[in-house]
């Protein structure tokens, strides 16, 4: 199989000049080439901050790739789970990185899935006003999502991802044969987000998806290689024209994600994966998109069959109450911060989406329960 290479172009930082661009690999086999990568980008140490779950395995395959370039690699463990991106695992991290007298050729590789990527990404952004990060994905959705575009952070009790910077990688390297160790509700709800790619911005990629729903959940490589090959470049293209969220373009990718955000709240944190609520307001997005008579029915059906047959929800399942009236309450807080109007990101046909404005709560209320 081939290796391929996604460029995301970014503008230069001023007044440094320095070119923030940088490449996304996907591929098989690629845990032991990041040591050759870091050296040829200026890499002299390395700490690799990784997942307990997979430490001993493919973060030993990265360390040994580092040493053998020629680079002293020390490996910092973070305990699997949302719960590590805290501020006392920040702390611990930024100790652990004045213990290393890490200096400006140091490189932080990040190795696991989201929860270490914007972990890591974070302490890298902070650590003495700035360390190169390497992202090394290991999961579906940090391979499709999290690790590209920047974004780090960790939670507060307040809510998720209160604290963080903007903090680009030198390079994303996306291992694909690390996919074949994730649990396998981790593994499908990590595909919500490439259904969202196909629907937000690609109808030929979503017409793949549907023709190769039995390959991709057997995992075949070839596969595997092509949905995530084919969603970090949307992805990194959405990211290059909207860096920061200032334009509004990157509001496309929240497809599905106010939906998903109010039943993630309502049925208590961790009760669903973030994918299968996405799932979930997708199905709902659409519905909410036909009553309002912006799509037909067979958009629903397509994307529902799609859904479903990748293994994914597209209601609450049995035993998850969640009453209307509670999810409105949470998707009416959620826009206190857009002046208290409810909108969305909406489709108008399989690959195009867009920002409704002004929609009505009694609509919202029935596509929620229909
Ligand atoms: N920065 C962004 O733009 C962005 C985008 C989406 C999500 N996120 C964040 O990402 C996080 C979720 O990421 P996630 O779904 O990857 O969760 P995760 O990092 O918790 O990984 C999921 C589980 O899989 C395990 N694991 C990881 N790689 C494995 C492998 N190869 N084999 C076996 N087990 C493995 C982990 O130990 C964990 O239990 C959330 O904190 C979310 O906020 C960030
Ligand atoms: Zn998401």
Known sequence: MT?????????????????????????????????????????????????????????????IGLRSAGIEATALIVRSGEGSKSITEAGRLWDALA?????????????????????????????????????????????????????????????????GAFWQPHGVIADIDTLATLPAREFVSGFAEVVKYGMILDAAFFSWLEDNVGPLMARDPAALAHAVERSAALKAGVVEQDERELTGLRAVLNYGHTFAHAYETAAGYGTLLHGEAVAIGMARAARLARDLGRVSDDLIARQDQLLLGLGLPVEPPPGVDLPAEALLEVMARDKKAVG?????????????????????????RRALVG
């Open 3 to 63: 290796v391929a290479t996604i460029r995301v172009h970014l503008p230069t930082s001023a007044p440094s000049a320095i070119d923030r661009s940088y490449d996304i690999t996907v591929g098989r086999g690629l845990l032991p080439t990041v040591g050759a990568a870091v050296k040829a980008a200026g890499g002299r140490r390395a700490v690799v901050i990784t997942d307990a779950a997979i430490a001993a395995t493919h973060a030993a395959a990265v360390e």
């Open 99 to 163: 213990e290393h007298a890490v200096d400006r050729r140091t490189h932080v590789i990040a190795v696991g899935g989201g929860v270490v990527g914007d972990l890591a990404g974070f302490v890298a952004a902070t650590f003495g006003r700035g360390l190169a990060c390497w992202q090394v994905p290991t999961t579906v959705v940090a391979q499709v999502d999290s690790a590209i575009g920047g974004k780090t952070g960790i939670n507060l009790t307040a809510g998720k991802n209160l604290v």
């Open 340 to 364: 208290g109007e409810l909108r969305f990101v909406l489709p108008a046909r399989i690959g195009h989406v867009e920002l409704v404005e002004g929609v009505s709560t009694l609509l919202v």
